[in-house]
C-alpha cells in the first residue's frame, strides 16, 4: 500500500468526513459536475529523509494539500473542521503504512468564480515510512 491509499483508507475511516462527503474523495482532480462537498487530495512536495544513529530511518516528510469544494463558505468549514480532525496529530498506520505525525501546515480559504465553489486549501504535513 502507498501513502495515497493510506490517506484514502484513513478517510473512509472517518465517520465524520464520510457523513459530510461520502465518498468524494479525488486524487489530484474531480469528475465532471460533480456532487459537492468534495475534497481532492494531492503531494505537492518531498521535503526530506529523517536520519538517525543507526542510519537512513527511512522515514520521509511529505507535504500534501486537500481542497475543499462545496457549494457554501460553511460547508466547506465544516468539511474542514473534520478534516482537522482526522489527520492534524494523527500517528500510527493508515491502511499498511505507517504515519509518525501530521501537523497543519497551512489553511486558505478561496472561492472558483467560475464553479461558484468555495474552497479550503488545507496543507498537512505527513512524517511516514514508505512501502519498501
Not at 36 to 65: M, T, V
Request: glycine fraction near 8%.
Amino acid at each position: 500500500m502507498t501513502i495515497l491509499t493510506g490517506l484514502v483508507a484513513h478517510y473512509q475511516a472517518s465517520a465524520g468526513l464520510t457523513a459530510l462527503c461520502a465518498n468524494r474523495f479525488y486524487p489530484v482532480t474531480s469528475p465532471q459536475n460533480p456532487t459537492y462537498p468534495y475534497i481532492l487530495f494531492q503531494r505537492i512536495s518531498i521535503g526530506q529523509r529523517a536520519g538517525s544513529h543507526s542510519g537512513d530511518s527511512l522515514l520521509e516528510q511529505a507535504r500534501f494539500q486537500f481542497t475543499i469544494n462545496g457549494k457554501t463558505a460553511m460547508s466547506a468549514d465544516a468539511v474542514r473542521e473534520q478534516l482537522i480532525a482526522a489527520f492534524v496529530g494523527f500517528a500510527g498506520m493508515m491502511g499498511d503504512v505507517y504515519v509518525s505525525g501530521i501537523t497543519l501546515a497551512n489553511d486558505i480559504d478561496d472561492y472558483d468564480p467560475i464553479t461558484f465553489a468555495y474552497k479550503r486549501n488545507v496543507d498537512l504535513m505527513l512524517w511516514y515510512r514508505p512501502q519498501a
